[in-house]
């Protein structure tokens, strides 16, 4: 099965889609508003790498690696990578590929440009973050699909993710690498949110960055995104703070490109305060459904039926910082009604799909 729609995803297809593809197609099944996307699963890449046969050189190229020596490890990379983009996917999986893309065309009515992104099946585990080992790719079309699915597998072997598995005791053996192709929204504003509060692991509130343009200006650092910290059961906004944001990333013929502001925009709040309450709001049905505090990647766009724009959901991984650490306990147990009702409103529920 190289490919997976994410909605035809089922919990069992976890396996072969890695954690990203898993989130997407969890949330689009569960009817929360996720771009319509596909997944290239782990099997895509084994069978092609096995039928070119490449896989056991890779295992041998990798096998006794000091992971300590760096220039050993990018040789050992670099002919990996090379072996892998130069071999391709296998025929099947590749019109498997160009088949996908075109259904996607064909469900959104338009050449759809796709965000193609890795998510390798050590990705997001709340134990360990793997995420940001591989590359993404924004803004792609056409045949450029099918090269940048192979250069997103070819990425499960840079240089930093060779070290990472080996620093983490993770072997080689076992990685492999489905690749997420969704389409892109051309959002009025994008960013994350954490529904904790990640300087201090407050769970009683959503902390939210956003700028903007395309999220990439906030997930990579390019701007200091406004940030917005709002109550997770009542969703008062209480604390906004607004930065000056010089740039907006947004799309281009190749790519995506950095657009300067000028001096109103940069300084005007890329969210409404409307707009603040309901990217809260998603975030805590994203982490509801999950039953854990989510990093959430969303965007606003603009273009909907109604002409409002419209929060979507990007991706959505485990937070793994505070998440991880013992909650404080409570000695005495719930001492009103009123606390009953705010431990209820706060501890998230596990939503589960209709039979």
């Known amino acids: 099965m190289p490919v997976i729609f994410f909605d035809e995803y089922r ?59 760096l220039e050993a490890v990018s040789a ?47 990705e997001d585990q709340p134990d360990a973050s793997f995420a940001g080992q591989q590359d993404t790719y924004l803004w792609v079309g056409g045949d450029d699909v099918v090269a940048k699915v192979v250069d997103c597998w070819a990425s499960l072997f840079t240089d930093r993710a060779i070290v990472y598995r080996a620093e983490h005791g993770y072997p080689h053996s076992q990685a492999a690498i489905c690749v997420g192709v969704q389409k892109m929204v051309e959002p009025v504003a994008a960013g994350v949110a954490f529904t904790l509060n990640p300087t201090n692991g ?30 997770k059961v009542i969703f008062e906004i209480v604390k906004k703070t607004i930065s000056p944001k010089e740039i907006e990333v947004v799309p281009a013929a190749d790519g995506v490109e950095h657009r300067p502001l000028d001096p109103e925009r940069s300084t005007a709040p ?66 009103s009604a009123m606390d009953g009702i705010v431990s209820t409103l706060l501890n998230p529920v596990r939503v589960k799909p209709e039979t």
């Open 270 to 335: 890329s969210l409404t305060d409307d707009q603040v309450r309901a990217v809260a709001r998603m975030a805590r049905a994203v982490e509801k459904h999950f039953g854990r505090p989510q990093d959430v990647e969303w965007a606003l766009d603009p273009h909907t039926a109604d002409g409002e724009p419209a929060v979507v959901l990007l991706q959505s991984r485990p937070e793994t910082v505070w998440s991880n650490k013992p909650r404080p306990t409570v000695s005495q147990g719930v001492h």
């Open 11 to 69: 919990p069992d297809h976890d396996p072969i889609v890695g954690g990203k593809c898993s989130s997407l197609g969890a949330m689009t099944t569960a009817g929360l508003p996720v771009p319509d996307g596909f997944a290239v699963t782990t099997e895509g890449f084994l069978h092609s790498i096995n039928h070119h046969g490449i896989y056991t050189h890779i295992l041998e190229r990798l096998e006794g690696l000091d992971h300590r020596d």
């Open 76 to 122: 050992a990379g670099a002919e990996i990578r090379s072996a892998i983009v130069e071999a391709g996917p296998a025929p099947e999986v590749a019109d498997a590929i160009r088949c996908a893309y075109t259904r996607l065309c064909e469900r959104s009515g338009d050449q759809v440009r796709v965000a193609v992104r890795s998510s390798a099946n050590a």
């Open 202 to 231: 407050d769970r009683s509130k959503v902390v939210i960055d956003s700028a903007w343009g395309l999220g990439e200006s906030v997930v990579s650092g390019s701007v200091t995104p406004d940030n917005f910290v709002v109550d």
